[in-house]
């Protein structure tokens, strides 16, 4: 059993925060045990077991395996259904490809793996709402709490919708929420809007003629061209895209020719990007001025170009009602000061955006970096772990989205 730090000094208003936090040392160590296990998209054999037997010993009533692969749903019924309603809670359980450099007895036991977003952390909130949800019931309707394989770069959201996870659990809303370092302990963010962006995936084909580097005449040079395409890629946003509009064309990386060839002109080179948007039409723009601007650089040179753009995760885009409810249960937990309504999005992106097309919902930040540098180191980064102190409120806030979605009749 891996020993979990004491009892924080972090406070949260109403039963359910109360409740999770005599349990919070379990689920430390639940959550340490995801982390020192990590596994990647669609591979989390270990990890869906982990929650299933949690699961089961929480007492909910159905847990549904395989669905999108690795994926769970556990149902929770209400004292009552007399509502008719159907609440969704989703967490993400996939790791990423990266080596962790912590030195914590819960560090990574996988080599090139690593819980570096704080998935692990979103499992245990969720577990530790499904103990609480199970135990209490206190609410008219079913609780259905969505454990997710693959959002890093997988699109598992997507996977588990087309497994048919809402036609099987046809929820009337959706929610997600997400660690976030730069935000405070005790302080939960959200905008009845845009909160993340898409993200495309390019590359850029590049082909020349190649040759000796000293008789660079008799060669169409496919790096030259490639260098005045990133150069010239960056006016499509400062002079096609409005100013009012966001979005980001970031070309990080390139590959040409051989590293010990110093004289060898390459006939070919390969640019690789990302694309992010919030806007469909300004997404369209881009790829369009993309192919444009591609071909025309390299016509210019006698070259030629070609551009593969791939949609990979849509805009995560908040319903409003739905957004300004979260907000709503997150200020009975913590106070109307501690709730930042117009939290600015973040050019990274999300899959739970496939779940928001589909169904009304929100997607929250939590925050989790304290002053003293626990968990302030920013996602996906090698030191990165996620901040247990937070646990209990993560849990008590999706307890408080069902139990204050679908409310008992009568009071107890």
């Known amino acids: 059993m891996l020993s979990p730090r ?10 359910a925060f109360a409740q999770i936090s005599e349990f919070h040392p379990e689920i430390t160590a639940f959550r340490r045990d995801l982390h020192a296990h990590p596994e990647l998209g669609f591979e989390e054999v270990y990890t869906s077991a982990r929650v ?46 990266m080596t962790e450099h912590n030195d914590f007895p819960w560090k990574s036991s996988r080599a090139g793996m690593m819980h570096g977003c704080g998935h692990d952390g ?6 530790g709402a499904a103990r609480y949800l199970a135990a209490t019931r ?14 890093e770069g997988f699109a598992g959201a997507r ?13 009337q ?12 302990p005790g302080t939960v963010g959200i905008n009845p809007g845009p909160m993340m962006a898409a993200a495309d995936r390019i590359t850029i084909e590049i082909t020349g003629r190649g040759g000796h580097g000293a008789h660079a005449y008799m060669t169409v040079d496919p790096v030259l061209v490639a260098g005045h395409i990133i150069t010239a890629v960056q006016s499509i946003v400062s002079r096609n895209v409005k100013p009012i509009d966001s979005a980001v064309i970031s070309l990080c990386a390139m590959q040409a020719g051989d590293m010990g060839a110093f004289s060898v002109v390459p006939g070919k080179a390969t640019l690789v990007g990302t694309v992010r948007t919030f806007n469909p039409d300004v997404q369209d723009l881009i790829e369009r001025r993309l192919n444009e601007l591609c071909t025309a650089v390299a016509l210019g040179f006698g070259a030629t170009a070609s551009v593969h753009y791939e949609r990979i995760y849509p805009a995560t ?12 249960v997150a200020e009975t937990l913590l106070g109307e000061d501690h709730v930042v309504r117009d939290m600015e ?6 899959d739970f955006s496939f779940m928001l097309q589909v169904k009304p919902g929100a997607y929250m930040r939590i925050g989790q970096g304290a002053e003293n540098g626990v968990g302030s180191c920013f996602l996906h980064n090698s030191r990165y772990d996620f901040n247990d102190d937070i646990l209990p409120l993560g849990a008590a806030l999706h307890a408080g989205l069902v139990e204050q979605s679908m409310p008992l009749s009568v009071p107890r």
């Open 6 to 15: 004491p009892a924080p000094a972090l406070k949260a208003n109403g039963r």
């Open 52 to 97: 299933k037997e949690a699961l089961q010993r929480c007492g909910v009533d159905e847990v549904h395996a395989g669905i999108g692969k690795t994926g769970l749903v556990a149902v929770i019924k209400g004292q009552h259904n007399s509502s008719g309603k159907m609440i969704g809670l989703r967490a993400d359980m996939d790791a990423l490809p």
């Open 122 to 127: 979103h499992v245990a909130m969720l577990v």
């Open 138 to 151: 206190n609410f008219d309707g079913t609780a259905v709490l969505i454990f997710q394989p693959g959002e």
């Open 159 to 171: 996977v588990m919708i087309e497994d048919g996870l809402f036609d099987r659990f046809p929820v």
């Open 173 to 184: 809303a959706v929610y997600g929420m997400h660690n976030w370092p730069s935000m405070k």
């Open 317 to 328: 885009i908040n319903s409003f009602d739905e957004a300004m409810f979260a907000a709503d």
């Open 345 to 350: 999005p973040s050019m990274g992106a999300e």
